[in-house]
């Protein structure tokens, strides 16, 4: 809730306060408490402030651990996040082939990390409009994601269910269809009915059956 944000705001505050004078303001636990209060900012919607306060982060990060540590590529990828809401999705996107490009060298390219990356690239793609891109970026994870963990993992479903929204997009509803019943059938065994996965699923595919049905009666 709000007000618990708030609480974790003014505590993070504190801390931050009493580490950048015992400890330093480039101290590792320093920066922690940062991104931590940076993430409290982002989940109130505070988006200025903490672009602003990771940007800082990432600064310090890049020059005392260098641009190739996973606390740096973290920071960076929650940059790109941020860059996303805010509509600013070129940058986001080029902050996140960044990260992608160190993480595929150091990680390789079937790495969690590197796919996860590559999944936030797809969204960004989504985002601009640019379907076709997205799916085509999207379907390349799923055939790692399905080697790798499984198709009934949630990463896997996951990228399923980008796959079905692209193809809603572009107008392939029956495509799209069965995708959507495809990840909701297995989210509600493993997930159960009453899990937001699950509900969310549902939902997207109650509104794309409405779009079905309208586009009959046009006919």
Sequence with gaps: SQGQYEQSKKLFEQLLEIQQSTLGSQHPLTLSTQSNLASNFQYQGQYEQSKQLFKQVLEIQQSTLGSQHPSTLTTQSNLALILQSQGQYEQSKQLFEQVLE????????Q????????HNIGSVLQYQGKYEESEKLFKYIL???QLIFGSQHPSTLDTQF???LNLQYQGQYEQSKQLFEYVLKIRQSILGPQHPHTINTSLYLSNLLEQMNKKIKLQ
């Design 143 to 145: 055939e790692t994601q």
């Design 162 to 164: 980008n796959i079905a």
């Design 111 to 118: 790495h969690p990390s590197t796919l996860t990356t590559q």
């Design 102 to 109: 160190i993480q595929k060298s150091t990680l390789g390219s």
